[in-house]
């Protein structure tokens, strides 16, 4: 098998490292060689939080290059658009319909790009999902994110039961439950 190469992109906060995390576990559990590597904007100010997962046969480099990501998972969509040039021809966005106004545009200095999904799907394959709608609907508007990933594990080489198993390990005792239906809506997507 190739390389295959993940990255995920948010806003701090939105659970990013969480979402490695599990990606992580899975390719470990999997019996795959991985590398994970995460860049932190100002990420508690709620900048840029993007983290690289690549796993197959043997894995040198950490790093996804521009061009090189299979899937681009991403939880807010200026996120998704400021990353896009990391996708490949043929890879994947799951991107997250959600608007988190940076800093630049809170202050007034700039604008936040308005049709940012239509744009990106004009030359990308593009699966959008209003995870925070879909958390809410579960009762905790903090599971977006494992919806999310959801939606993006049908782009990788994992069952659902494996997913399952690792977001059991992974996440907190007590969401546990919560987590793997999150993860079903956003699978069944």
């Given at each position: 098998m190739d390389t295959k190469n993940?990255?995920?992109?948010?806003?701090?906060?939105?659970?990013?490292?969480?979402?490695s995390r599990i990606l992580g576990g899975l390719t470990i559990q999997a019996g795959y060689d991985v590398k994970l590597s995460e860049v932190h904007?100002?990420?508690?100010?709620?900048?840029?939080?993007?983290?690289?997962v690549r796993y197959g046969k043997k894995v040198n480099e950490p790093i996804v290059e521009e061009g090189q990501a299979d899937v681009l998972i991403a939880f807010e969509k200026l996120e998704a658009l400021r990353y896009v040039h990391f996708l490949k021809k043929d890879g994947a966005i799951v991107v997250n319909d959600q608007r988190i106004d940076p800093m630049p545009v809170?202050?007034?200095?700039?604008?936040?790009?308005?049709?940012i999904i239509e744009d990106l799907a004009k030359d990308h394959r593009v699966f959008r999902v209003d995870a925070i709608d879909e958390a809410k609907k579960?009762?905790?508007?903090r599971v977006f994110n494992v919806i999310?990933?959801?939606?993006?594990?049908?782009?990788?080489?994992?069952?659902?039961?494996?997913?399952?198993?690792?977001?059991?390990?992974?996440?907190?005792?007590?969401?546990v439950e919560i987590n793997k239906k999150a993860f079903e809506i956003g699978y069944n997507l």
């Amino acid at each position: 098998m190739d390389t295959k190469n993940i990255m995920i992109v948010g806003v701090g906060g939105q659970g990013t490292l969480l979402t490695s995390r599990i990606l992580g576990g899975l390719t470990i559990q999997a019996g795959y060689d991985v590398k994970l590597s995460e860049v932190h904007g100002m990420a508690q100010r709620g900048g840029s939080v993007v983290t690289f997962v690549r796993y197959g046969k043997k894995v040198n480099e950490p790093i996804v290059e521009e061009g090189q990501a299979d899937v681009l998972i991403a939880f807010e969509k200026l996120e998704a658009l400021r990353y896009v040039h990391f996708l490949k021809k043929d890879g994947a966005i799951v991107v997250n319909d959600q608007r988190i106004d940076p800093m630049p545009v809170v202050i007034g200095a700039e604008k936040y790009p308005e049709n940012i999904i239509e744009d990106l799907a004009k030359d990308h394959r593009v699966f959008r999902v209003d995870a925070i709608d879909e958390a809410k609907k579960l009762g905790n508007s903090r599971v977006f994110n494992v919806i999310v990933l959801g939606l993006a594990a049908q782009h990788m080489d994992f069952t659902k039961e494996e997913w399952l198993s690792v977001i059991e390990k992974t996440v907190p005792a007590k969401t546990v439950e919560i987590n793997k239906k999150a993860f079903e809506i956003g699978y069944n997507l």
